[in-house]
């Protein structure tokens, strides 16, 4: 049995007892729930006792009127729309009432169908409204689930990674990202760091790998006046620099055995001892390390102690390289040609599909890194409308096409020979199909797209 839409209700504010009792008939049949109040004073305590979804206003009563009363209930009247009335109305009155929050204005006298027309105007638009605010909310919810920081994907991959740095971002553990160069460690470090208890604080970033080993333990510890030579004065180490944020300490693989003893006391105590100091110092510092290394490997073979290994992966966030997560590759495209126009104060509208299917087909060996600085060059060379193959770089594009092989290939060469290879079975794939490139790419056993490229690279039409 289909259930009946609950009734409207409405409130309707004036001081004729004529005008309620006229209201009150019309709004009645077309099954509105109506209340009554005779000023703005009685409305108010009528929406202290429940809420509306319409209320029509007279704009001059007594004790309270209309424009005092809108102003006096405030975010009463958020959920709420409003309709002002009145005999003695002027456009500046209109925009007074709409400026404090009223949806529209019916001058009187009015016909009863100009009220429920306005009504039903107002319905449909408060609908509307709604549907807005609910598809907000659902962009919301998917972009909450694609984007973390600065970072944006579409995989499900990095979905469960987003969904486990923001885990990670409510709490102070030390966290340890691992992946290959260029797949957004770092980006990930800093989301955490932004997005967690500690954001506004420092963040102070470290390349382990980039610092001379006779210089990394006072970069990271600091050191005191007399320590060594050259040491003329007290100095602060990157810890002490990051007291009360986060450390990020990137390329952590590359720490030296004797720093990795010392970083092991400074997740163990909270302590640091600088150079040429007798006395450690506390220090509140959250450690976000990352490495491309497999550091069990490391651990095994003896270049990585266990005991700090064990202690840095208390919480491990994996990133998959871009050529596991394909999916990713058209909106990090997108979102690498709009920073790029806006940078380099360019217009380019979009990437074309064949050099869409040049990247969605290429190994990505550098990864995210690799594929911004790619669009970078595009949109660096591109004078059309949209990013073509030849705007690519040489490793991205089709290979040329070779010249015809009969059956046989002369010389050793094995790359000439895959081509040929390549070309007659595209070439039968597409003649057994009847020219169907769909079948023809699900009987070759690759993609459409990887078909459509190989097809203009060997020159094949149909």
């Known amino acids: 049995m289909a259930e009946h839409p609950t009734p409207k209700r409405i409130l309707v504010v004036d001081d004729e007892e004529n005008m309620r009792h006229m209201l009150a008939a019309v709004l009645r049949k077309a099954d509105f729930v109506v209340d009554f109040a005779a000023n703005g004073a009685a409305a108010l305590e009528r929406l202290e006792q429940g809420r509306y979804d319409f209320v029509l206003c007279d704009i001059r009563m007594p004790v309270m009127g209309g424009l005092e009363f809108l102003q006096a209930a405030g975010e009463r009247l958020r959920d709420c729309t409003v309709i002002m009335m009145s005999a003695y109305g002027t456009i500046d009155t209109a925009i007074a009432a709409m400026k ?103 963040w102070v970033p470290v390349n382990c790998g980039g610092i001379p080993e006779t210089l990394l333990e006072s970069e990271l510890f600091g050191y005191r006046k007399g320590a060594f030579t050259g040491a003329d004065r007290n100095k602060k180490g990157l810890f002490q620099e990051a007291d009360g944020g986060t450390i990020f300490l990137d390329e952590i693989g590359e720490l030296p055995p004797a720093l990795q003893v010392k970083l092991l006391r400074v997740l163990q105590e909270n302590e640091i001892r600088p150079v040429g100091e007798t006395r450690a110092e506390k220090v509140d510092v959250r450690v976000i390390a990352a490495t491309a290394r497999n550091l069990e490997e490391a651990v095994r073979s003896g270049r990585f102690r266990e005991d700090l290994y064990y202690r840095l992966k208390v919480l491990t966030i994996a990133l998959p390289p871009l050529r596991e997560r394909r999916e990713d590759i058209p909106q990090l495209a997108r979102h690498f040609l709009a920073r790029y126009n806006a940078k380099l104060h360019k217009a ?115």
């Not at 609908?127 to 919810?141: G, K, P, Q, T, Y």
């Not at 984007?147 to 579409?154: D, K, R, T, W, Y």
């Not at 409308?385 to 770089?393: A, N, R, S």
């Not at 040329?400 to 040929?420: D, F, I, M, W, Y």
């Open 100 to 202: 404090q929050g009223a949806y529209d204005y019916i001058a009187k006298p009015f016909k009863p169908d100009e009220v429920l027309l306005t009504l039903r105007k107002a319905e449909e638009r408060e609908a509307l409204r709604r549907e807005n605010r609910a598809l907000r909310e659902r962009i919301r919810s998917y972009e909450k689930d694609f984007q973390f920081g600065s970072l944006v994907a579409a995989s499900q991959a990095m979905s469960a990674v987003f969904e486990l740095a923001r885990k990670a971002a409510r709490y102070a553990t030390t966290v340890l990202i691992l992946g290959e160069s260029g797949t957004g460690k770092e980006l990930v470090a800093r989301g955490i760091h932004d997005e967690g208890l500690r954001r506004g604080k420092p």
């Open 348 to 462: 380019v509208a979009g990437i074309s599909p064949s050099a869409l299917a040049l990247m969605l087909e290429y190994g990505w060996p550098g990864n995210v890194r690799e594929m911004e600085n790619v669009i970078e060059r595009a949109v660096l060379l591109c004078e059309e409308e949209t990013i073509q193959p030849e705007h690519l770089p040489a490793e991205l594009g089709p290979p040329q096409a070779p010249e015809e092989v009969p059956g046989t290939v002369s010389g050793l060469s094995l790359k000439r020979a895959q081509r040929a290879i390549e070309k007659r079975l595209i070439r039968q794939a597409l003649e057994q199909t009847g020219g169907n490139r769909s079948q023809a790419a699900r009987l070759l056993e690759i993609s459409h797209p990887s078909l459509l490229s190989k097809m203009k690279a060997y020159g094949i039409t149909l």
